[in-house]
Structure formats: structure tokens, C-alpha cells
């Protein structure tokens, strides 16, 4: 049985919108994909930039400590010399240059506390930011898991559909089928429905012949949108 070539063709038009449909839904998915994978790609940077901040601050402990370390053996060599010295002016200029060490060793002290206490302190916070961000990935992982296999099952229903429509598109006559295929390329939905006597595009009215023509079933240009009419 040959198919009514009006019927064939809003059969089409029908059968694009929900293959319009199931692409829109992909490049919904694919769009939440990338923000899941920047949000994944976010939360690896944050903890390089943790580790690199706790390192920077431990290369700065050991510095200060190793400071101090020579600050003390320069202390006990000066003490030492004090003890040998023959004259009070020798006496006196160490008795300074101790002095000066003693207090430099009293900074480097204060400065060795604050330091240790940053580097504590930044790291009870990456251990909870790592505790709250291990379950914000995993929590990531997964969805970004379930996106990508539903993305897997639209890829083939909508190659599916494709290789489908390729039969409908077949059934429809040449001069609807070429019309159509270059308002595609202008607007998404170049061929709409009569409702209420109107286009159910843009609502313009349709006169009392046109109506008569699209019950015949005509196609028709609608005056207000320029889209292709029909009425079932």
C-alpha cells in the first residue's frame, strides 16, 4: 500500500522534532558532562596547590631550623673564645657578638614557632578540605560514570533514528522534502500545525480559503512566519 505523500510528509516533520529532541538532550548531557569534568579538573588543582603550599611551608621550617642549628654552633664557638681571651677589649667585642646571636636566635625562635604554626594549621585544613573534596569527587565520578553511558544509549537511538529517517525522508514528495530541508537550515521547526484557526507558531490567523485548502490537505505558507502549514 502506498503511502498518502501528506501523510508520509508530516510523519517526517513529526519524527524530526523528536530526533530534534533526543539531540537537544545530548548536548544537555554533554554540557553537564564538561561542568562534572571541570569540577573534577578544579578539585585535582586545589590539591596540587594545597600540597605545593605545605611544601613551600615545611622548605621553610627546615631552613629556619637549620638557621638555628648554625646559630647555635656559632653561639658555643663565641662562648668558647670568651674563655681565652686575654684582653678586655677582645672580651667586650664578643661579649657583643654573642649578644647579637643571642638575639638573632631569639627571632629566629619566634619565627620557627609562627612557622610551625601555619604549617599544623595548613594541614588539619587540607586533611577536612580533603575529607569534604573526596567525597565531592566520588559523588562526581559517579554521576560523570551514569552520564557517560547514557550518553552511550542516546548515541545509538539517535543513530538509529538517523539511519530511519533516511526510509521517511524517501516517502515524501521531492518539491515538500527540498522546501523543508532549506527552511531547516533557517529556523528548527519550519513546518507547524493550524490551531484555533491560527498558526501555532506566531498565531497569525488563517483565512476561511486557506483553512478550506489545509483541510484538503495543502500545504500552505503562513503570512505572518513564512513557515509551511498543514492541518490535521
Known sequence: MVENPFTAFIDLVTYDAALRALQQKRLSLISEQNHIQSTL???????????????????????????????????????????????????????QEIEILEQNKRNADDALLTLWSAFEQQQEFDQQRE????????????K?????????????????????????????????????????TRIENPVVSVENASCSACFYPISQQDLAALMRHKLLECKGCYRILYYL
Not at 638555628?68 to 654552633?73: F, G, K, M, N
Not at 575529607?131 to 562526581?140: L, N, Y
Not at 533514528?161 to 532549506?182: G, N, S
Open 131 to 142: 575529607k569534604s573534596e573526596s567525597i565531592e569527587r566520588a559523588v562526581a565520578e559517579t
Open 41 to 95: 579538573s578544579l578539585l585535582e588543582r586545589n590539591t596540587v596547590l594545597a600540597k605545593a603550599r605545605s611544601a613551600d611551608l615545611r622548605k621553610e621550617v627546615d631552613k629556619l631550623e637549620r638557621e638555628l642549628h648554625e646559630l647555635d654552633a656559632q653561639l658555643s664557638d663565641k662562648q668558647h673564645r670568651l674563655n681565652l681571651v686575654n684582653t678586655p677589649k677582645e672580651y667586650m667585642s664578643l661579649q
Open 144 to 184: 560523570l560514570r551514569e552520564l557517560q553511558q547514557i550518553l552511550v544509549d542516546l548515541e545509538q537511538e539517535i543513530e538509529k533514528k538517523q539511519r530511519l529517517r533516511v526510509e521517511k525522508e524517501a516517502k515524501t514528495p521531492d518539491a515538500w522534502r527540498e522546501k523543508y530541508a532549506m527552511m531547516l
